[in-house]
């Protein structure tokens, strides 16, 4: 079990809004920025979203964080068929003195 | 342009050890952090540990603590990580990540090795 929790699933039609949660405590989540991975079938993941709302050059603006207390949300809008994946939130946790990544979300696309 | 190219796939038996490599590219190899992190079947992504290639100074998980070794070759560019008293639950694909520091900002990953351990 791990220390941060996402979900396990999430589903959205093509053009709709969906959101991830990811929750954590004080020791992690309420003290460090959280990143967010895209992880398709068989591939190594992508980092998709980092200090808890940046985009990396090339990821599409219809994705977007945010971060309160200790939770964070990962937004995807305008949903097309291609964002089917496993979504993954990581952050640095100071108990552990290492990061931690949540179980992750799978986004299904109907 | 940044590559990072694990080598291949393992199979091992219950009690082995296993070591994987990571060949960085296209990038100063002493400028950035090596994490590794781990995907059992069907599960998710679990961090492992961090070496610094520079000092070739780490830190582990602490459920890795004592089996896990990773190391590093400044020569070639390399990095490697060793797990020693391979069980069934062992069995994943290892992937090396790149960060500018010591933080999960992994902005390049290698393609992943599958480790099977089964007798």
């Known amino acids: 079990q791990s220390v941060v929790t996402q979900p396990p699933s999430a589903s959205g039609t093509p053009g709709q809004r969906v959101t991830f949660s990811c929750s954590g405590s004080s020791s992690n989540i309420g003290s460090n920025i959280v990143n967010w991975y895209q992880q398709l079938p068989g591939t190594a993941p992508k980092l998709l979203i980092h200090s808890n709302n940046q985009r990396p050059s090339g990821v599409p603006d219809r994705f977007s964080g945010s971060k309160s207390g200790t939770s964070a949300s990962l937004a995807v809008s305008g949903l097309q068929s291609e964002d089917e994946a496993d979504y993954y939130c990581v952050v640095w946790d100071d108990s552990l003195s290492g990061p931690v990544f949540g179980g992750g979300t799978k986004l299904t696309v109907l | 342009q940044v590559q990072l190219v694990q080598s291949g796939a393992e199979l091992k038996k219950p009690g082995a050890s296993v070591k994987v490599s990571c060949k960085a590219s296209?990038?100063?190899?002493?400028?950035?952090?090596m994490h590794w992190v781990r995907q059992a079947p069907g599960q998710g992504l679990e961090w492992m540990g961090i070496?610094?290639?520079?000092?070739?100074?780490?830190s582990h998980a602490q459920k890795f603590q004592g089996r896990v070794t990773m190391t590093r070759d400044t020569s070639t560019s390399t990095v490697y990580m060793e797990v020693s008293g391979l069980r069934s639950e062992d069995t994943a694909v290892y992937f090396c990540a790149r960060s500018g520091t010591y933080y999960p900002h992994f902005d390049y990953w290698g393609q992943g090795t599958l480790v099977t351990v089964s007798s």
């Open positions: 070496i610094n290639p520079s000092g070739g100074s780490t």
């Open positions: 296209g990038y100063t190899f002493t400028n950035f952090f």
